[in-house]
């Protein structure tokens, strides 16, 4: 059984979700207390966190990108806010997707078997990419004593780019890996992972790794 931790200050939401998630089959964790909330999510090791940007004394972003600078599991933020800056910036800390209150139940445990499923897709493969070491299962690329820890979703794109390598890919092959169904795609989000993956393949000594294609795509070179 997966276990799902909700992060949520608001009581009753936190509690429609813990029945929800439970109904479908998942545990779930559910705190009440937010100080030191990301200790807590570390500690757990859940398989997914549905986050509230909104908590007591901490904004939920700032909790994310705590948490991504430790660990790679598998996000969704929840928000009352519907604005694409909110997407854009929950993207960019490493969100796998992002979902809006008041949210429809039936959309919502699709997304999350859409994140579990890609996350359970990725594989503990040893493979490589010039000097860089590929660790699938951690989420991790390293090159002597340097490594970058990669979201599920940049490490999906990686994996996908490496797979096709020196062979153009579209931005709607990249969606479709993503999201493996078009209600799921968002063009923001897979611009910001794109760039978050650039990155951190420069600072891993791969200044140009990924280049555009104007109107073909990207490749890995």
Same mark, same amino acid.
């Given at each position: 059984?997966?276990?799902?931790?909700?992060?949520?200050?608001?009581?009753?939401?936190?509690?429609?979700?813990?029945?929800?998630?439970?109904?479908?089959?998942?545990?779930?964790?559910?705190?009440?207390?937010? &100080?030191?909330?990301? *200790?807590?999510?570390? @500690?757990? *090791?859940?398989?997914?966190?549905?986050? @509230?940007?909104?908590?007591?004394?901490?904004?939920?972003?700032?909790?994310?990108? /705590?948490? =991504?600078?430790?660990?790679?599991?598998?996000?969704?933020?929840?928000?009352?806010?519907?604005?694409?800056? @909110?997407?854009?910036?929950?993207?960019?800390?490493?969100?796998?997707?992002?979902?809006? $209150?008041?949210?429809?139940?039936?959309?919502?445990?699709? #997304?999350?078997? %859409?994140?579990?499923? #890609?996350? &359970? !897709?990725?594989?503990?493969? +040893?493979?490589?990419?010039?000097?860089?070491?590929?660790?699938?299962? *951690?989420?991790?690329? $390293?090159?002597?004593?340097?490594?970058?820890?990669?979201?599920?979703?940049?490490?999906?794109?990686?994996?996908?780019?490496?797979?096709? #390598?020196?062979?153009?890919?579209?931005?709607?092959?990249?969606?479709?890996?993503?999201?493996?169904? $078009?209600?799921?795609?968002?063009? !923001?989000?897979? /611009?910001? !992972?794109?760039? #978050?993956?650039?990155? *951190?393949?420069?600072?891993?000594?791969?200044?140009? %790794?990924? +280049?555009? =294609?104007?109107? &073909?795509?990207?490749?890995? %070179?």
């Amino acid at each position: 059984m997966m276990t799902i931790m909700i992060v949520e200050d608001e009581e009753m939401i936190r509690e429609e979700l813990s029945s929800l998630l439970e109904s479908a089959g998942y545990s779930v964790i559910a705190p009440t207390d937010f &100080q030191n909330v990301t *200790k807590q999510v570390l @500690d757990v *090791k859940p398989d997914l966190l549905l986050l @509230d940007i909104q908590l007591p004394g901490v904004n939920g972003e700032v909790v994310l990108k /705590t948490i =991504r600078e430790h660990s790679s599991l598998p996000v969704i933020m929840v928000t009352s806010r519907n604005t694409e800056i @909110d997407e854009v910036l929950s993207m960019s800390y490493g969100a796998d997707d992002y979902i809006t $209150k008041p949210y429809n139940p039936t959309l919502l445990l699709l #997304r999350v078997q %859409a994140v579990l499923k #890609r996350t &359970q !897709n990725v594989k503990n493969e +040893e493979i490589t990419y010039e000097d860089i070491h590929v660790d699938m299962k *951690k989420g991790v690329l $390293k090159t002597g004593d340097h490594e970058e820890v990669l979201t599920k979703n940049e490490m999906l794109i990686f994996s996908y780019l490496l797979n096709h #390598r020196q062979g153009i890919v579209s931005r709607d092959e990249l969606m479709t890996t993503l999201w493996d169904h $078009k209600e799921y795609i968002s063009d !923001n989000a897979l /611009t910001v !992972n794109i760039s #978050r993956l650039r990155k *951190k393949l420069k600072n891993l000594g791969h200044e140009n %790794a990924i +280049e555009t =294609r104007k109107g &073909q795509g990207y490749i890995l %070179a």
